[in-house]
């Protein structure tokens, strides 16, 4: 969460350069932002509360080559001015923005105020520029001093940080992501690669517990802890501009969507052998566990479905949140399959360290290459959904289901069967995303847009899409929508049901769908709303959604007409569907 940028170098357009690269980087985080930059020998700064989009970085100054920015998703402190960052010591000659939590901030600022500093925000950040300060008494060395101060700091943090009267830019990080852009005229350093794609596809990536420091024309990377010089490759990246880019469509949720007519084909394009040894790795361990969040976590729990189902196979699922409780039933024979598509949520970082704390395997699956997740494991397949620039996930979840699924096949001996039936659901997702299909599915979000409860249910893998519903429907449209396994409705949620409350019953087409039917009658028998989204249509149903019939890809093809439903409701309902309040794309704190 939070988005930071750097630049250093020889261009004069910095703060122009940083403004734009916060706005590709509002995905983590659009409650403020704000950029310093050096003028002469001293900073100057903007804040701002809200979006960043609309801003013109180049009105903030027209000669300056070396600025910081930051994208604020809030933790500590309301969303004002003065906890937006960049924050400052008090004589403003040092400025840090910051990604991450210092745990220890209460302590630091205690130490701090008994020192003579005084704190303006509610901000952790602003204990880093008066520490740094401090530092400063000891050493003359700007890149020292922030090197003694991150020797403090507890938690997952990365920084930028810069001073008035020295031309470098100083960056840490320990759990938070920073990666390094190359270029001819400078470097930059940011979250995320988008941020600088359009100046450099050269990067070289910090790890944790490491710092680097550029004066514009060449960048050291030293260990936090002892100081030692670290010496980095420089590595390509292949971004697809267009695929980072809105296009035609007016919201990156519905292009994300519409991109499902091929990114599922190119999550099934795994090299056999790869998936083999997943599938090998799998079969070996003594114990498998899966570990995620949110929408991933939901792809995680349609997995233990597939690995019973398809290769009845034992898996157990965790959120990557909850992880670290089941760490007795670890061993180092154990593996823990985390799924992401940031490749950066805390959360799951933390699950995979108590994994390896016993010395145990880690499979990532992940959309985003290179990211810390991606880096941190023993195996890794990505699933190449591309860039997904909306808050809510949509490709990156079929994505993931994907490949879950074709391990789960693999490990049955039948990849090749799992491969032929992903891709024939992939060719039926590309059918099903027709204008027609979005009409009707705009006209069933009319006949409910006005509605404050929905629920959702479904029975084996269409459960966990029950709740990924919820998840869909919740962050865009913010109606209170809840996902249940159908035989629990009798057992408490069904006392919610009122004359038209409106209820989405998936089905599919298999041995189940007798009893997710009997489910819904139980519903329509209170005055629900029933509304099916199955291969058959059913008299039960007041509105029937066709999906087509996939076996066991079902949950793929089931959750196509639900994230469009949501993408409607938001847009009636006068809601932006790429940044809903209160969240962020990639979440980088615990
Ligand atoms: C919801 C959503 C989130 C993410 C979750 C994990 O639409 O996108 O629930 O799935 O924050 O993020 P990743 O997959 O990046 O680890």
Sequence with gaps: MCGIFGYIGKRTDATKMAVDGLKSLEYRGYDSWGVAWKNGDHLDTKKEIGKISGVDGSLLSSNCSLAIGHTRWATHGGVTIANAHPQFNADKTIAVVHNGIFENYQELRDELKAKGHTFVSDTDTEIAPHLIEEYLKQTDDFAH?????????????????????????????????????????????????????HHTRTVQYLDDGEMVVSNGNSIIFTDIETGEERHKREIEITINLEQADKG????????????????VARAVNQSDEEI???????????????????TAGKACMAAEYFFSVVSEKHVNFAPASEFKVYHHFLKKESLLIVVSQSGETADVLEAMQVAKSKGAKVLSIVNVEGSSIDRASDYTLHIN????????????????????????????????????????????INDMLNPRYIERLSQLAERINHKEDLYIIGKSWNYPMAMESAIKIQEVSYIHAEGFAGGELKHGPIALIEEGTPCIVLAGNDEVTPDILSNAVQLKARGALVIGVAPENNEIFDEWIKVPDAFAAQALVNIIPIQVLAYELAIQRGKDPDMPRNLAKSVTVK
């Design 145 to 197: 001093a922030v090197r003694l101060a991150c020797q403090r700091f507890t938690g997952r943090y990365a920084i930028l940080a810069v001073h008035a009267t020295s031309d470098t830019l100083v960056a840490a990080r320990t759990g938070s992501p920073l990666i390094i852009g190359v270029a001819k005229d400078g470097y930059f350093i940011a979250s995320d690669t988008p941020a600088f794609m």
């Design 248 to 263: 035609n469509f007016a919201h990156f949720m519905m292009k994300e969507i519409m991109d499902q007519k091929e990114s």
């Design 276 to 294: 083999m040894t997943v599938a090998n790795a799998i079969r070996d361990a003594q114990g498998t566990f899966l570990a995620a969040c949110g």
């Design 385 to 428: 959904a591309g860039p997904e620039r909306a808050v809510a996930s949509t490709k990156a979840l079929t994505g993931q289901l994907a490949v879950l699924l074709l391990v789960a096949y693999a490990l049955a001996g039948k990849l090749q069967e799992g491969k032929k039936l992903l891709l024939e659901t992939a060719s039926m």
